[in-house]
Nanobody, 129 residues
């Protein structure tokens, strides 16, 4: 099993940047595909970004493509989400997620929350206009 703890959320003005981090427990972090999802009030959880086990491939939702960057450090058991050019519609609770399932190399697979068995508690990101 893996335990996930997010950090780095906060309040930022539109156009600003934030960097979210997710720290994972355990010795097998490199065997997990990792992702960030987000959930705004009254809305369903939605995919933001994902990264493969080795970090060799990344996937993004259209809404964040070009503004967000996901990366991982398998030596430090961390995955990060660099968020630039933030918009008020990016306001949400951001969740880190991990999957040990055999992945299909597509945004559709990585963007499906049902493929992830481990979740963090979330960190709030608020973007003011």
């Amino acid at each position: 099993q893996v335990q996930l703890v997010e950090s780095g959320g906060g309040l930022v003005q539109a156009g600003g940047s934030l960097r979210l981090s997710c720290a994972a427990s355990g010795r097998t972090f490199s065997t997990y595909n990792m992702a960030w999802f987000r959930q705004a009030p009254g809305k369903e959880r939605e995919f933001a970004a994902a990264i493969t086990r080795s970090g060799g491939s990344t996937y993004y939702a259209d809404s964040v493509q070009g503004r967000f960057t996901i990366s991982r450090d398998n030596a430090k058991n961390t995955v990060t989400l660099q968020m630039n050019s933030l918009k008020p519609e990016d306001t949400a609770v951001y969740f880190c997620a991990a999957s040990r399932a055999s992945a299909v190399l597509s945004t559709r697979w990585y963007g499906n929350p049902l493929n992830y068995g481990y979740w963090g508690q979330g960190t709030q990101v608020t973007v003011s206009s």
